[in-house]
């Protein structure tokens, strides 16, 4: 059984009973696995986790799976993505194609089908991550996940310290060319008081903004201080209404 410990999928099928059981199948041999029910929700985890693999249904509610990928291709052109759905019409097939999705497979699913795909989905992505990469060492360290939650901790610290607040929850995760901070629960009691009026919500963002910017040297400097890698703050996403915010340090050369 293959066992591709840095690559995050996520999965995003409506059917309860198709997504329960394809997600055994799938933690069994990835690092991380990320299940939703429909395009939306597909959308707001690819944000907040910036999967590798997307395996998506066609027919979801609301927003359809196409249309879903498209929003993605925006966020993470290098994701990649494989279709399952019970739709053979060769009009669908060819706008799959167009997206270039790397794999269509007609429902049911044939496991070991699937699973030749994602081998082979894997491997060039784990081949594109090994050649020439800006931090092909690093990554191979087994240490990894300690450095994570090291730094996720100094971060928390870090928050509290200058904030008065810490968050409810962080999650740190060292990309090939970047690193994603994702906040949770963060805003102060002034903050969640302003932000009782909707009219507050830009002014609030603008003021997180400003702060992430301000600590962002000292989260610089932690990084340095674990990983000996050099990195800069590109982007700062703020959610006044989930209260969650993401950070983006790319990895310099």
Sequence with gaps: MEKWEEIKVLYVEDDENTRNSLERFLRRRFGKTFTATDGEQG???FEDQNPDICIVDILLPGI???????????????CKYIITSTVKDIQTILAAVDLKIESYIIKPLDTTELEEKLKAVSDN???ERNSGNKVNLFLKLEKKKTIEEELR?????LVKKTSGRGPRDMVVFINEDRIDINIYGSFTVLERSLLNDIRNFGHVEEGRKLYYKHIS???????KNRTGIMTHLTDVQINC??????????IES
């Design 43 to 45: 959308l707001e985890i």
């Design 64 to 78: 359809n799976g196409l249309d879903m990928i498209k929003k993605m291709q925006e966020i993470n052109p290098k």
């Design 125 to 127: 992505i784990l081949k």
């Design 153 to 157: 901790k100094e971060i928390v610290a």
């Design 217 to 223: 040297s000292d989260i610089v400097s932690m990084i």
């Design 241 to 250: 209404s989930k209260d969650k915010e993401k950070l983006t340090f790319i």
